[in-house]
């Protein structure tokens, strides 16, 4: 069976294709693809503008056809982080569906973090693990020795809600970072995030973290430090990304578009790692598209699927005429109606009678003029 997850995230639209067995909800991926769509640069104060509305539709579209296309039976689309917290959710689903025929199913901050831990669970075989998936609205963390959704942790922030709290250029300045880490100290004591020593391995999760392995792994071969991942080594990359002058040229080749949120998540990454101190660090290749896909195949999350064979509407919803503006003199004549008092109306209505009655009282006259005529 080829099944199918478009995730609508923070950062873009990204997509994940697989093979599979519903029944056991084991899967293979064999397609990955992303289109990168800053949705907080579209932000207008807490809603999102019309043109990111279109930009996300035309992420979905192509995404729903590459996946017809390629046969798939099964199809659903998510959404975390990035649309939950908006104050225009209702308008945005409802384009959305009017335009591609989607209905997105809406996770919550521990479904998603679920869906990390079951897709990463062959990592249980390690000792004290601890899985970290760095969003950009939210931080997900799901410690291995528990396996009830209610136990996963998320944290309601993400290096997008921080830079847009604390940071007034796309790098943080040294007062703005302690600021920063002290955020995420604060609220993650507040919730409980265990202290230090407690993990030996800890597994990265999700685009983000992908992107900041992969400008590390760009200074670690510049510095001539092999590839291994290392804490003290990844420490001085974080200063180097602080400060050098290089920085934006690096970011640039292998991640651009993360530019904007690399430099708090790396904060945010580095704070975490020194909280939890794991002897090593691995980098997943699988996250919540791959979580819920088999738990939506075996029944354990509900979810509304994507009917691909349904004719995706050919209008474009932001072609549709809004309803006419009212004048102002007709907003005024209109206003001044509902304001009048039962007497006024009456009186005003008045006139309109007589000249009803009058009208009648002709029209009968004429009437009976013509049947004495007749006769």
């Known amino acids: 069976m080829k099944f199918a997850v478009i995730d609508l995230s923070s950062t873009g639209v990204s997509t994940v294709v697989a093979d599979g067995d519903d029944k056991t909800g084991i899967f293979v991926p064999t ?13 207008d104060g807490k809603s999102i503008s019309r043109r990111g509305i279109e930009k996300l539709i035309d992420a979905l579209i192509s995404a ?16 975390t982080a990035a649309l939950r917290n908006i104050d225009n959710i209702e308008e945005v689903s409802e384009k959305i569906r009017m335009r591609t025929g989607i209905v997105i199913n809406y996770l919550d901050g521990a479904t998603e973090a679920y869906c990390d831990f079951v897709s990463n669970r062959k990592y249980s075989a390690y000792d004290s693990v601890i899985l970290i998936d760095i969003g950009g609205g939210s931080v ?21 809600k921080l830079r847009n709290k604390y940071v007034t250029d796309v790098y943080p300045t040294d007062e703005q970072a302690k600021r920063i880490k002290k955020y995420l100290r604060k609220k993650s004591d507040e919730q409980g995030v265990p202290g230090k020593s407690k993990f030996s391995t800890a597994v990265l999760v999700g685009s983000i973290n992908d992107a900041v392995y992969a400008v590390y792994r760009e200074y670690c071969e510049m ?15 974080c200063k180097w990304l602080m400060t050098s002058s290089d920085r934006t040229r690096v970011i640039m080749k292998v991640a651009p578009e993360k530019v904007h949120v690399l430099p708090v998540a790396v904060i945010v990454l580095k704070e ?9 660090v691995v980098i997943s290749d699988v996250g919540v598209k ?15 699927p994507i009917d691909l064979n349904e004719t995706v509407p050919a209008y ?16 005024k004549t209109e206003k001044t109606e509902k304001t009048k008092k039962p007497e006024e109306t009456e009186k005003s209505e008045k006139p309109k009678k007589i000249a009803a009655a009058k009208t009648t009282k002709t029209a009968k006259k004429t009437s009976a003029k013509t049947d004495k005529s007749q006769k």
């Open 31 to 43: 397609h990955k693809d992303r289109t990168n769509i800053a949705i907080a640069d579209y932000f």
């Open 64 to 79: 729903r056809s590459t996946c017809k296309a390629m046969g798939v039976e099964k199809c659903y689309c998510i959404s």
């Open 140 to 160: 997900e963390l799901c410690d291995f020795s528990k396996s009830g959704k209610d136990e996963m942790m998320c944290l309601d922030f993400g290096p997008i």
């Open 223 to 237: 510095q001539r430090l092999g590839s291994e991942f290392d804490y003290d080594n990844f420490k001085r990359f």
């Open 272 to 280: 975490l790692l020194k909280r939890f101190k794991p002897d090593s």
């Open 290 to 304: 791959e979580g819920y896909m088999s738990l939506v195949a075996s029944g354990t999350e509900l979810g509304v």
């Open 316 to 331: 474009d919803a932001f072609d549709m005429k809004p309803p006419k503006k009212k004048s102002a003199k007709s907003n």
